[in-house]
C-alpha cells in the first residue's frame, strides 16, 4: 500500500512540475492552456500559453527534421537503385553483344602462292536500321527526369541499334533494363537544349515527348519536367511564371501546374495547388499498402499541412486518388 501512495505523489509531483511552466489557473480564462480545465481550453479569442505554443513549436521542428531525414534516406535508396540499374545495363549490353557475337572459326588450309591469293574484301558497312511498326526506345536514363551525370541524345532498340540522334536533345529517357511499368513503344523523353526563361530570371530546360522522326507531341515551352508513371500515364510539369523551384532525388517541388496526362486517350488530371501557389510531388511512393486490393500507388501530393493525394492505378489499370489525412498518415 505505501508503495501504491509513493507512486501515485511521485506522478503528482510531476505533474505539478510539468504544469508549473503553463499559465497559471487565474489565468486560464485569459489563455488558452493544454492544463486548463475541460471545457475551458480551445476557446476562440484566447492566446496561446507559451508553454504551450513552445512545444507545439518544437513538435514543427522535429516533424521538420523527421521529413528531412527521410528524404535523405529516399536520396540514398534511390542512387543505390541508379546504380543497380546501370550495372544491369551493362550486363545486358554485354549478354546482347555475345550473343550477336558473329562465332569465328578457324580451319588449316595449304599454303596458296602469293600470286594465286585473292586480296581480302571491303568490309560491308551496316545500313541505316530500319524502323518497324513497334519499336521499344531504350535510353541513358529510365523512367523519369532524375538528376544524374550521364548525357545521351539519343534511342536505342532493343537490337542495341541507333535509331534517333539529335545534337539538340540535352538527355533522353525512356526504358532502362526491365520495362517494369509498361513504357509505351515509338516514343521518348527529351530534355531539349532550348531553354524558356522564368520571372525571377532564373532558365530552365525545356522537355517535351517526341515520336520515332523526332517530331514533339506537346511543343509547349513552359513544360520543364516529364516523367513516366505506368502504362500510358505521364507527369507532365509546367512553370511558366515560376518565384521558386527546386529538385531532389524522386521529389519534384514549386511547379506552378502539376497533371497527370493520358497519352492514349489524351484526357489529363490536374493536381490542386498549395494555396494556390505550386504543387509539390513524390514518387518515392513504392511498397505502400493502400488497404485494398489490386491497388498500386504511384504518385504522392503533399500539402502544406501534410494531408496527402497517392494517385494509384486500380486492377483495371485506371487511375483513382486517395485521399489521406495527416492524422491517419
Known amino acids: 500500500m505505501k508503495k501504491i501512495l509513493t507512486i501515485i505523489v511521485l506522478l503528482f509531483m510531476v505533474q505539478v512540475a510539468n504544469a508549473q511552466s503553463h499559465i497559471s489557473k487565474s489565468e486560464y480564462a485569459r489563455y488558452n492552456c493544454?492544463?486548463?480545465?475541460?471545457?475551458?481550453?480551445?476557446?476562440e479569442g484566447k492566446l496561446m500559453c507559451p508553454a504551450c505554443e513552445k512545444e507545439n513549436d518544437d513538435a514543427r521542428k522535429k516533424k521538420i527534421a523527421d521529413d528531412k531525414a527521410a528524404d535523405e534516406a529516399s536520396k540514398i535508396k534511390n542512387e543505390k537503385l541508379r546504380a543497380e540499374n546501370a550495372i544491369a545495363f551493362k550486363k545486358k549490353q554485354a549478354e546482347n553483344a555475345a550473343k550477336n557475337k558473329v562465332t569465328e572459326v578457324y580451319v588449316?588450309?595449304?599454303?596458296?602462292?602469293?600470286?594465286?591469293?585473292?586480296k581480302p574484301e571491303p568490309p560491308v558497312k551496316k545500313g541505316p536500321v530500319k524502323l518497324g511498326k513497334d519499336i521499344q526506345l531504350y535510353a541513358g536514363w529510365g523512367m523519369g527526369m532524375f538528376t544524374h551525370n550521364g548525357r545521351t541524345n539519343f534511342f536505342l532498340n532493343?537490337?542495341?541499334?541507333?535509331?534517333?540522334k539529335n545534337n539538340n536533345y540535352l538527355e533522353a529517357y525512356a526504358v532502362m533494363g526491365e520495362n517494369k511499368n509498361?513504357?509505351?513503344?515509338?516514343i521518348g523523353i527529351v530534355l531539349l537544349k532550348e531553354t524558356n526563361k522564368i520571372s525571377n530570371g532564373r532558365e530552365q530546360n525545356v522537355a517535351d515527348i517526341v515520336d520515332l522522326k523526332g517530331k514533339r507531341y506537346f511543343n509547349d515551352n513552359t513544360i520543364s519536367t516529364i516523367f513516366h508513371l505506368a502504362d500510358d500515364y505521364f507527369v507532365?510539369?509546367?512553370?511558366?511564371?515560376?518565384?521558386?523551384?527546386?529538385?531532389?532525388?524522386?521529389?519534384y517541388t514549386g511547379y506552378e501546374n502539376v497533371?497527370?496526362?493520358?497519352?492514349?486517350?489524351?484526357?489529363?488530371?490536374?493536381?490542386?495547388?498549395?494555396?494556390?501557389?505550386?504543387?509539390?510531388i513524390s514518387i518515392y511512393v513504392g511498397g505502400r499498402k493502400m488497404g485494398e486490393p489490386g491497388l498500386e500507388p504511384f504518385l504522392s501530393r503533399v500539402y502544406i499541412?501534410?494531408?496527402?493525394?497517392?494517385?494509384?492505378?486500380?486492377?483495371?489499370?485506371?487511375?483513382?486518388?486517395?485521399?489521406?489525412?495527416?492524422?491517419?498518415?
Open 34 to 43: 493544454r492544463f486548463a480545465p475541460k471545457g475551458s481550453n480551445n476557446a
Open 108 to 118: 588449316n588450309m595449304a599454303k596458296t602462292p602469293v600470286a594465286d591469293s585473292k
Open 158 to 164: 532493343e537490337n542495341k541499334d541507333t535509331v534517333l
Open 182 to 186: 509498361n513504357f509505351p513503344k515509338n
Open 236 to 251: 507532365v510539369c509546367k512553370s511558366p511564371t515560376l518565384p521558386e523551384w527546386r529538385s531532389y532525388g524522386n521529389n
Open 259 to 280: 497533371e497527370i496526362y493520358n497519352l492514349k486517350t489524351k484526357k489529363s488530371i490536374t493536381l490542386n495547388k498549395d494555396q494556390g501557389r505550386f504543387v509539390s
Open 305 to 329: 499541412n501534410y494531408d496527402e493525394d497517392v494517385y494509384c492505378l486500380n486492377a483495371n489499370r485506371e487511375m483513382v486518388v486517395k485521399k489521406i489525412l495527416k492524422a491517419d498518415r
